[in-house]
T-cell receptor
Framework: GENVEQHPSTLSVQEGDSAVIKCTYS??????FPWYKQELGKGPQLIID?????GEKKDQRIAVTLNKTAKHFSLHITETQPEDSAVYFC????????FGKGTMLLVSP | DTAVSQTPKYLVTQMGNDKSIKCEQN?????MYWYKQDSKKFLKIMFS???????INETVPNRFSPKSPDKAHLNLHINSLELGDSAVYFC????????????FGNGTRLTVT
């Protein structure tokens, strides 16, 4: 089955800095790569996703890049704000989503 | 008008008891899921139903029994609760499997004492 590795497990940045979270996956058949943000006491919420026919996708301060050859994808958050503090999960799927173990992002004012 | 709602939000019970968690979605999705999130935040799929039919059943003790009365509801019943069952349980829904975003509920925190 699919195996998704996510790094780092924790990430602390100053407000205004950029944050990058990286994931690798094992199943070359995977073709859908979403990212979720989980705030305290809430369920994970989709923030951006990318499909295998696209190398990069951007939505305001958030961007995701995908390298299918190397089987890795990354989340980039620019101009971080304190409200970006949360746990972020990557995931990969051909049929069923497999999640990474999460990255706790802390943005200090 | 919450998209995926689950009740209760908190559930505290003793070992050996039987409890249920209810989930409803109003998004018109065909597929619903139960995920377990442990203390280290790891999200693991337990079950998936498509149009009331079980399609994924991961390695979960048979004390856990999902029930889907219709495609908008997926309930989780747990028999003979154990300490290790303590976790946050998330219900989610999506369009058919593969390449569709999941919409999660806000979770049920189960504490077994």
């Amino acid at each position: 089955g699919e195996n998704v590795e996510q790094h780092p497990s924790t990430l602390s940045v100053q407000e205004g800095d950029s944050a990058v979270i990286k994931c690798t996956y094992s199943d070359s058949a995977s073709n859908y790569f979403p990212w979720y943000k989980q705030e305290l006491g809430k369920g994970p919420q989709l923030i951006i996703d990318i499909r295998s026919n696209v190398g990069e996708k951007k939505d305001q301060r958030i961007a995701v890049t995908l390298n299918k050859t190397a089987k890795h994808f990354s989340l980039h958050i620019t101009e971080t704000q304190p409200e970006d503090s949360a746990v972020y999960f990557c995931a990969a799927a051909y049929s069923t989503l497999t999640f990474g173990k999460g990255t706790m992002l802390l943005v200090s004012p | 008008d919450t998209a995926v709602s689950q009740t209760p939000k908190y559930l505290v019970t003793q070992m050996g008891n039987d409890k249920s968690i209810k989930c409803e979605q109003n998004l018109g999705h065909d597929t619903m899921y139960w995920y377990k999130q442990d203390s280290k935040k790891f999200l693991k799929i337990m079950f998936s139903y498509n149009n009331k039919e079980l399609i994924i059943n991961e390695t979960v003790p048979n004390r856990f029994s999902p029930k889907s009365p219709d495609k908008a509801h997926l309930n989780l019943h747990i028999n003979s609760l154990e300490l290790g069952d303590s976790a946050v349980y998330f219900c989610a829904s999506s369009h058919p499997l593969g390449g569709s975003p999941l919409h999660f509920g806000n979770g049920t925190r189960l504490t077994v004492t």
